[in-house]
């Protein structure tokens, strides 16, 4: 079946960069929109930022001209640079895809396992 592998995560300083990396694999018809999700301790999972088959980006105000988020659609890979870091970035990253298994079936929604990212201060 389809899987979300992400890589990337660590623990970094304040101020440094991080480089995420999300890989859809099995069997995959075509991707829609490819996304990052964060969650940390005791708060609910926000949108960081999606990127569109077509490559257009949204962001949170909260990351916004320090994220950026790109894709290798031949590799069906989503990237997310993360530069500037702050320690509020802290939480477990999740790379999240709307993918479409067979022709003429509806997309669905699949998620990585997560990745952890910690900025110490």
């Known amino acids: 079946q389809v899987q979300l592998v992400e890589s990337g995560g660590g623990l970094v300083q304040a101020g440094g960069s991080l480089r995420l990396s999300c890989t859809a694999s099995g069997k995959i018809f075509s991707i829609n929109a490819m996304g990052w999700y964060r969650q940390a301790p005791g708060k609910q999972r926000e949108l960081v930022a999606v990127?569109?088959?077509?490559?257009?980006?949204n962001y949170a105000d909260s990351v916004k001209a320090r994220f950026t988020i790109s894709r290798d659609n031949a590799k069906n890979t989503t990237y997310l640079q993360m530069d500037s870091l702050k320690s509020e970035d802290t939480a477990i990253y999740y790379c999240?895809?709307?993918?479409?298994?067979?022709?003429?079936?509806?997309?669905?929604?699949?998620w990585g396992q997560g990745t952890e990212v910690t900025v110490s201060s």
């Open positions: 990127i569109g088959s077509g490559s257009s980006t």
């Open positions: 999240n895809a709307q993918i479409r298994v067979k022709r003429f079936l509806s997309v669905a929604n699949y």
